[in-house]
């Protein structure tokens, strides 16, 4: 699960009071958003159940008070680590150990701090990048990627990712990954390259005023990942918001 940006107007959140007392509560579309989350949530666990659930934190899980001007963001950096935690506790409570990635220093500062903080709370060790092996599976790990803007490119991106990186692997005598994971871009996207699966994650912010001028028509999705290495099961749980304002106004 990643790109969570606490503290974003737009992103999910659950009731919070800040270090002044102000109490915050989630608004229509994040209501929205709040309601997706513990579907998923729950679905996590059905999942997860006979297995050792390992969290990765795929990074940007604060917006940072200062990205999009402090009308688009709530509290301060405390606030929005606090709120983070809040948040993915569920998830760590049912983990065997976590994993986190810094994401973008825009929002969660210099070095990633931001996540940095909100991976100490939960217990997890944070990297920018990561090759971990789980059951005899090798999973390239990290936040950054991109997606072409339209349907017939979307997957153009993450394809050259997955033939570099094997080609790269081979010429250098290293194992090539069973996954490529990859976030940043809020979207979910699966390409399978030689062997290689690679799949960027889906975030947890609904769309703010750079989304609106780049991409105004684009139809959201959030949501998380499962990986099963022992199977090489992808599981994505989402959740799509309907683009129709009838049915939007139905999922209150």
């Not at 080609?167 to 194992?175: A, H, K, N, S, V």
């Not at 889906?202 to 991409?215: E, F, L, M, N």
Request: glycine fraction near 10%.
């Amino acid at each position: 699960v990643g790109d969570i940006h606490a503290g974003s107007s737009a992103a999910v959140m659950e009731s919070f009071q800040d270090h002044d007392g102000v109490r915050y509560s989630p608004s229509r579309v994040q209501g929205v958003l709040l309601r997706f989350w513990r579907q998923v949530l729950a679905e996590v666990k059905e999942h997860a159940k006979g297995h050792d659930l390992i969290l990765c934190l795929g990074g940007d899980t604060v917006d940072g008070v200062g990205h999009h001007g402090s009308t688009q963001t709530l509290g301060d950096e405390n606030d929005q680590v606090a709120l983070a935690v809040q948040l993915l506790l569920p998830y760590m409570n049912m983990a065997k150990r976590a994993y986190a990635l810094l994401g973008t220093d825009a929002h969660t500062g210099p070095s990633g701090q931001a996540d940095v903080s909100v991976a100490k709370e939960l217990g997890a060790k944070s990297a920018y990048r990561s090759r971990l092996d789980y059951s005899g599976k090798l999973v390239d790990w990290a936040h950054h990627t991109g997606l072409g803007r339209l349907p017939w490119t979307r997957e153009s991106v993450i394809t050259r990712l997955g033939n570099k990186t094997i080609i790269e692997c081979l010429q250098r005598g290293e194992r090539v990954p069973n996954l490529i994971l990859r976030h940043h871009v809020h979207e979910y996207a699966r390409v399978h390259v030689k062997g290689t699966d690679v799949v960027t994650v889906p975030g947890w912010q609904a769309q703010t005023s750079y989304t609106r001028k780049i991409a105004p028509a684009d139809l959201l999705t959030v949501g998380v990942v499962m990986y099963f290495p022992v199977t090489g099961e992808i599981l994505p749980i989402l959740r799509a918001f309907p683009d129709d304002p009838i049915q939007y106004s139905n999922t209150q």
